[in-house]
């Protein structure tokens, strides 16, 4: 009696250990963000016209709330140049993540803000800030940058940063 409780025991360890092996086997060819199967690309957005816009003095979008979001795939880097902000740092960074390129008008369109590894922030310096798609998804993005304000007399930049002078300076 004791030799076939064994033998079940012992068929019962064997037969848990064979599935634990078939299920790791299987999930070791599933797609994952192993080896290179995640690589992404560094984009730089700003620095052309109609990249991007200050829709107030300190506050700068990289696109409307209703337009076109940015494509924001899996470890996509976005470097953001934001001359417009005429050399100010950022002090708050908003990122917006969206399952759809333009959620205020798609069927089902909606977006939150990101947080954790689907936007994480960097290299917030002078005119430039650095976003990061952390993870193994694809989202579309939108970024609104708050700057200090400008002090008192500060001249305002030029619309196109290869100008060499400031938008007030006139002919």
């Known amino acids: ?3 076939r409780e064994r033998r079940a025991s012992r068929t019962r360890v ?8 078939i299920v790791m086997g299987g999930l070791s ?7 290179h199967t995640c690589d992404g690309e560094v984009k730089v957005f700003g620095r052309n016209p109609g990249e991007g816009r200050l829709f107030t003095a300190d506050k ?6 209703d337009g076109v979001w940015l494509d924001f795939p899996k470890q996509r880097v976005w470097i953001f140049d934001l001359h417009e902000l005429g050399g100010r740092t950022p002090v708050i960074v908003t990122p917006y993540v969206s399952a759809q390129a333009d959620p205020d008008h798609e069927v089902g369109g909606n977006f939150t803000l990101a947080a954790g590894n689907l936007a994480e922030i960097s290299a917030t310096n002078p005119d430039q800030v650095v976003i990061h798609n952390g993870t ?9 940058v708050e700057a200090a304000p ?14 060499g002078g400031d938008a007030e300076a006139g002919p």
């Open 136 to 144: 193994c998804a694809d989202y579309f993005l939108r970024v609104v």
């Open 60 to 65: 700068w979008e990289s696109s409307a709330i």
């Open 14 to 21: 064997a037969a848990s250990v064979a599935v634990w092996a």
């Open 150 to 163: 400008r002090a008192p007399g500060a001249s305002v930049p030029s619309a196109n940063p290869d100008a």
């Open 29 to 35: 060819f599933a797609a994952g963000c192993y080896g």
């Open 1 to 3: 009696m004791r030799s």
